[in-house]
């Protein structure tokens, strides 16, 4: 089955500085890989998703980039701010549907 | 759009009691609904996957007596912890397919359930 993982488990950045996130996956079937972020007690919430056929997405501060052939994919947050404080989640689907997590990254953004 | 309502937001409950979870599409169809569990700081873990009007497809090492899934139709798909124990006590979180080709899920608010 899928594999994902996901580095780093915790990052720490400074109000205004870059944050990059990386996941590799195994199943060169995913197709659709998208980005959640879940803050203390609430559900995940989609930031940003790209599929198979585009290597890169953005929508303003936040954007994502996908590397098919090497089967890596990366979050990368711009002029961070501390409400991007929390736990970001990648994953990766292939067309049943069924979603493999990678195991979160906690950014904490310093004032 | 594409909002999935889940019910209870959190549950306590005796240890040998059952207690159902309930997901409903508000405003699309949901033809496949995906059940999670999630333990404290760690990952989303699929459990089982439930297709309307067909038995649920579970993952390797999830009990399907223990965590009972019904999707009698478009609209609510049911999990229901059987015999609920201590070690059950987890987030549990629904998603909805709301794509027509498979792309794009929304997720549920979550049940906290709590053993005692």
């Known amino acids: 089955g899928e594999n994902v993982e996901q580095h780093p488990s915790t990052l720490s950045v400074q109000e205004g500085d870059s944050a990059v996130i990386k996941c590799t996956y195994s199943d060169s079937a995913s197709n659709y890989f998208p980005w959640y972020k879940q803050e203390l007690g609430k559900r995940p919430q989609l930031i940003i998703d790209?599929?198979?056929?585009?290597g890169e997405k953005k929508d303003q501060r936040i954007a994502v980039t996908l590397n098919k052939t090497a089967k890596h994919f990366s979050l990368h947050i711009t002029e961070t701010q501390p409400e991007d404080s929390a736990v970001y989640f990648c994953a990766a689907s292939t067309d049943a549907g069924k979603s493999t997590f990678g195991d979160g990254t906690t950014l904490t953004v310093k004032p | 759009g594409a909002v999935v309502s889940q019910h209870p937001s959190w549950v306590i409950c005796k240890s040998g009691t059952s207690v159902k979870i309930e997901c409903r599409s508000l405003d699309f169809q949901a033809t496949t609904m995906f059940w999670y569990r999630q333990f404290p700081k760690q990952s989303l873990m699929l459990m089982a996957t439930?297709?309307?009007?067909?038995?649920?497809?579970?993952e390797q090492g999830v009990e399907k007596d223990k965590f009972l899934i019904n999707h009698a139709s478009l609209t609510l798909s049911t999990l229901t912890v059987t015999s609920a124990h201590p070690e059950d006590s987890s987030f549990y979180i629904c998603?909805?397919?709301?794509?027509?080709?498979?792309?794009?899920?929304?997720f549920g608010s979550g049940t906290r359930l709590t053993v005692v």
């Open positions: 998603s909805a397919r709301t794509g027509f080709l498979g792309y794009g899920y929304t």
């Open positions: 439930s297709n309307e009007g067909s038995k649920a497809t579970y």
């Open positions: 790209i599929r198979s056929n585009v």
